[in-house]
């Protein structure tokens, strides 16, 4: 699993109530991600950090922020959550050393009433 | 440009059969396409992935189909196994594009014992 743990595994908020997840990685991996799956959608990128202190957005970034102040640490914000955002939310890691595969974390599920 | 689509949506198979997934891609400056697995609960994992410059992969009873003319590809699972039910995403990578991959909206994969 690339010692990737997430931070609640479930959470129940209401709408307009500030949320943060936590990714949280053990093996100083470079680039972390995270994504939202729902139905018929897939995983669709939210953002993606390429170092301490360097993100950017991904395909479905609005209504979401990100921090990242140490390497291990990659934290999701929802400033003012939505029933649309009600999800499962999974961060994940891509290894270096010329592989491309990202892995995942166990998920968190959100639901936003 | 950026899409992958990935069919069928939900796919019966009898054990023993082989069932394949397919995917289509516009984006002729993808240079990688993973397949994942996920099983219920869990994050996606890697199960097999091929670059353009090979027709096909094979690990085990899982193999890669691609057709960089077609711009498309498909995996093919022999014998397949009730163990083998899970959902499977195809996803690409763009080049240069910070490692972010596309997914395809998923395929639920029944095996009937």
């Known amino acids: 699993d690339a010692g990737i743990t997430q931070s609640p595994r479930h959470k129940v908020t209401e709408t307009g109530t500030p949320v943060t997840l936590r990714c949280h990685q053990t093996?100083?991996?470079?680039?972390m991600y995270w994504y939202r799956q729902d139905p018929g959608h897939g995983l669709r990128l939210i953002h993606y950090?390429?170092?301490?202190?360097?993100?950017d957005k991904g395909e479905v970034s609005d209504g979401y922020s990100v921090s990242r102040s140490k390497t291990e640490d990659f934290l999701l914000t929802l400033e003012s959550a939505t029933s649309s955002q009600t999800s499962v939310y999974f961060c994940?890691?891509?290894?270096?050393?010329?592989?491309?595969?990202?892995?995942f974390g166990p998920g968190t599920r959100l639901t936003v009433l | 440009q950026q899409q992958v689509k990935q069919s069928p949506q939900s796919l019966i198979v009898q054990k023993g059969g082989i069932s394949i997934i397919n995917c289509a891609y516009e984006n002729t400056a993808f240079d990688y396409f993973p397949w994942y697995q996920q099983f219920p609960g869990k994050g996606p994992a890697l199960l097999i992935a091929i670059r353009p410059d090979v027709s096909e992969k094979k690990e085990g009873r899982f193999t890669i189909s691609f057709n960089k003319s077609a711009k498309q590809f498909s995996l093919h699972i022999m014998d397949s196994q009730p163990g083998d039910s899970a959902t499977y995403f195809c996803a690409a990578r763009g080049e240069g594009s910070n490692y972010q991959l596309i997914w395809g909206a998923g395929t639920k994969l029944i095996i009937k014992p």
């Open positions: 093996e100083n991996h470079r680039y």
């Open positions: 994940a890691i891509k290894t270096s050393g010329g592989t491309d595969t990202q892995y």
């Open positions: 950090s390429y170092g301490v202190k360097d993100t």
